[in-house]
């Protein structure tokens, strides 16, 4: 089973990010969290981690959909926020949202699935917007 939505950009990492903010805010989610993945694993493991690519999870959160989930299932805050990676991949930049649908597979909550699909179809439409051509 697939997890992630994604998409690859041709731009550089900082621009990603950047734009990946916008595409969110657009479709209504704001960063709660933000984890420099990069910086944290060279801070806690020094040379091992020298190697590592340029990489951070977002954690993008929309509070009416957190609603509608919390109400159904107090434990799905588990689940939330909506983590989205934004990582360098060679020349390109990755953008990987996780699926929403996994808090219906995981639970088995039926329930859940109308909120799933709301948080589907607006992070759909956010990376959507990142490999749009820009208007000129």
């Known amino acids: 089973m697939r997890y992630d939505r994604t998409v690859r950009l041709d731009t550089d990492f900082a621009t990603a990010v950047g734009r990946v903010r916008e595409a969110l805010a657009a479709q209504g989610f704001g960063i709660l969290t933000e984890i420099d993945v990069t910086a944290t694993l060279k801070a806690k493991l ?16 929309n509070p009416p959909l957190a609603h509608r989930a919390l109400d ?8 939330l926020p909506c983590n989205v990676v934004v990582r360098a991949d060679g020349d390109r930049t990755a953008v990987q949202a996780l699926d929403p649908d996994t808090m219906v597979t995981l639970t088995g909550l ?18 959507a917007s990142l490999t749009a051509p820009d208007p000129a």
């Open 46 to 61: 020094g040379r091992a981690a020298e190697d590592m690519e340029d990489y951070v999870i977002l954690g993008a959160c």
């Open 72 to 79: 159904t299932d107090r434990t799905v805050g588990l689940l």
């Open 110 to 127: 039926e329930a859940l699935r109308p909120v799933a699909k709301e948080a589907g179809r607006r992070l759909d439409a956010a990376l």
